[in-house]
Structures are given as structure tokens and as C-alpha cells.
């Protein structure tokens, strides 16, 4: 089978070939480096929510105590103050 002089321009040589393959190892490089970047954010976005949600919580602990508080501090009021 022989090839067309169209066909035979489209062939890649083996220095042409290596230089893709290097570019392609460079970019998987960088791209690693990318998702382990973005991996550290996502988890440390993560953490931030379940402690919002832990603080939340506390919050709400507190505020429920502090309405209990106010609810006998108004019982030991003198009526008359």
C-alpha cells in the first residue's frame, strides 16, 4: 500500500512524537497539581461547614439556657420594682 503525498505529510515523526508525549506528561503533571490544590480547598471548605454547624449548635445550647435564665430572673422580680 502505498500513500498519497497528503497522507505521507500527516505521518508524525518520532522526534515530533516524543515532544507531544513530553507536553502530555507535563500537563498531566500540572493537572495533578491543580486537583490536589483544589482537593486542600474542598476540604478544607468541609471542615469549615461541620464546624459552623458545631458552633451553631453551641449557639443554640446557649440561647435556649439564657432564655431560661431570663424566665426565673422575671419569676425573683419583686412586683413592685
Do not use: C, W, Y
Amino acid at each position: 500500500m502505498s500513500l498519497s503525498p497528503e497522507q505521507f505529510d500527516k505521518l508524525v515523526t518520532k522526534v515530533e512524537f516524543n515532544e507531544l508525549k513530553k507536553q502530555v506528561e507535563e500537563t498531566n503533571v500540572n493537572v495533578k497539581q491543580i486537583l490536589t490544590v483544589v482537593d486542600g480547598i474542598a476540604k478544607s471548605h468541609e471542615d469549615f461547614n461541620v464546624e459552623m454547624a458545631a458552633n451553631q449548635g453551641a449557639h443554640d445550647r446557649m440561647s435556649e439556657t439564657i432564655a431560661n435564665h431570663e424566665i426565673r430572673i422575671k419569676k425573683l422580680e419583686p412586683k413592685n420594682a
